[in-house]
């Protein structure tokens, strides 16, 4: 019977660590640079709208008068790009999706 | 620093005449696109050891028949079939013809139809305000 | 006279990745001729030009196939580029280079696990995908995701890495070279995978050409045609010949990809020593107007960008051709005469992406 060429990594795997974790018991550490939410800091935010005009998916809304700054967590994608824009230094990227959700979201609410 | 792109105009009497010698030259089909403008620019591409050649045909209206070139290209089936199911353009001849069957499209068509550009529709945000410019 | 069947293969079917139809006529097991059917995830994106301005239509553009993704954006910003004769800086093309190579490297291992899949070698298609995870993690670690990776922009990058942690991935991937060799001697020397690969789906280098076959496809049958001789981003700097094979079957084709894998680990390492320091982007003023065809190479074969531009913020036309579309024609003609049993793994030689297909 012919020796395959598979079976040094057959019984590599047969016999050493498994590659895959048991997910969700065993999380992985978020790689330094991974896209995940975007997050406010809702007291530097001057409700220009800057990052509203820029979103590529129109997640977010942003009212002056009332001081709030919306986001529809299932239609952003991660992009950065309201990140970059904003003049005030006020949003960023953090680690980790977003939670899912049972029904069309309505927009997450940040007042001043 | 990219290569010289050879784009010539052609019409559709001439056109099957012209790919025939691109076929002799020893080009290979690259790809056959339609734009809508005020009337519909179709643009047949070739390509040769990356030597790259474009013939562009214009028509006013997807009335005009214009015939296939799947006689020279036995390929080009699939591009002409798109064209006609995007465009509603008119091709005969094809020689692999799905008649209007290729992409099952809901609205027969739709790349033919002008582009409109819709206002970004206003997102509304309580309690309404008009204050926010929101069209770029 | 035997009788013909008509079978439908797909669109849903287990070894296909994303949906396509095709309408087998067999005589016994041989089949004669095969008539495909696609659309069934066509979406439009091309029309969605006319919505998103320019420099927004990259996140589109990316997104219009999951395997390709980062060259599809890349071929966009390359072409609008030229029409406003916008110089993009020298490391923004080493670093775009970089990801290119990357993207090939997890497609061509990608499409080792579905081939091996179509013959039925299902533990070879859970280590091809094991070694691919190790690519996706050093994209994540230097764009931020996995799949699509976002950093693509006109007028440059949008994430810059570091020339040591460039070097330190260039080092990884050369011990990443070592388990590349053994995956790679499974499928080109074992006694089960050449039974079915060989001799399957023989295509002549000019039967190849006259179909308009593009990449690994063309490039197994004996043509050495690979766009990335265009010197498109850094492509002019790095020693690099295109990888061919003379046989024109299953086996060749699957040997020029593996091959390919090597030789991006090899432009990943050239990179990382020729790469000079700078700016990553350049600012972009105006509109485009005019027209160009950027054509790039991505890990199926010879994207085709059709840009016309008419000087305001949205493009007049964007026509997209992806290599899937160009090797359909290659496929059918390669059906007539072969088992029904080798009628997937002739659908996975052309590495099928469907999405982009049809966008």
Known sequence: MPVFTISGMILRSLFGRPATRMYPAVRRDDLKGSRGHIEIAIDDCVFCGLCQRKCPTEALAVDRNAKLWEINRLRCISCNCCCEVCPKKCLSMAGGYSAAVSSPAEAEKHHA | MIEFQDLRETTPERLLGEVQEMRNSGYRLVQIGATRTEGFEINYSFDRNLAFVNLKIRLADNDQVIPSITDVYWSAFLYENELHDLFGLQIRNINIDYQGNFYKVTRPAAFAERPVVAPRPKRTVKPAADTEDREK | MTKRTIIPFGPQHPVLPEPIHLDLVVEDETVVEAIPSIGFIHRGLEKLVEKRDFQEFVYVAERICGICSFIHGMTYCHGVEQLMKIEVPARAHYLRTVWSELSRIHSHLLWLGLTADAFGFESLFMHSWRLREKVLDIIEATTGGRVIFGSCKIGGVRRDIENAELKAIAARLQDYAK???????????????????????????????????????????????????????????????????????????????????????????????????????????????????????????????????????????????????????AMLKVMPGIQLADVPVLVLTIDPCISCTER
């Open chain 3, 179 to 329: 388990e590349y060799k053994e995956l790679g001697d499974v499928f080109l020397n074992d006694l089960t995978v050449k039974r079915r690969l060989c001799g399957v789906g023989t295509l002549s280098g000019a039967d190849a050409l006259q179909l308009g076959a593009v990449g690994p496809m063309l490039r197994a049958s004996g043509v050495a045609q690979d766009m990335r001789l265009l010197k498109y981003a850094a492509y002019g700097e790095i020693a690099f010949a295109p990888i061919t094979a003379s046989e024109g079957d299953s086996y060749a084709r699957c040997a020029v990809r593996i091959g390919e894998i090597f030789q991006s680990v090899d432009i990943i390492r050239q990179c990382s020593e020729k790469i000079p320091a700078g700016a990553i982007e350049t600012k972009v003023v105006g509109f485009p107007d005019g027209e160009f065809y950027a054509r790039t190479e991505q890990p199926r074969g010879e994207v085709i960008y059709y840009v016309k531009a008419n000087g305001t913020k949205n493009l007049e036309r964007l026509r997209v051709r992806t290599p899937t579309f160009a090797n359909i024609p």
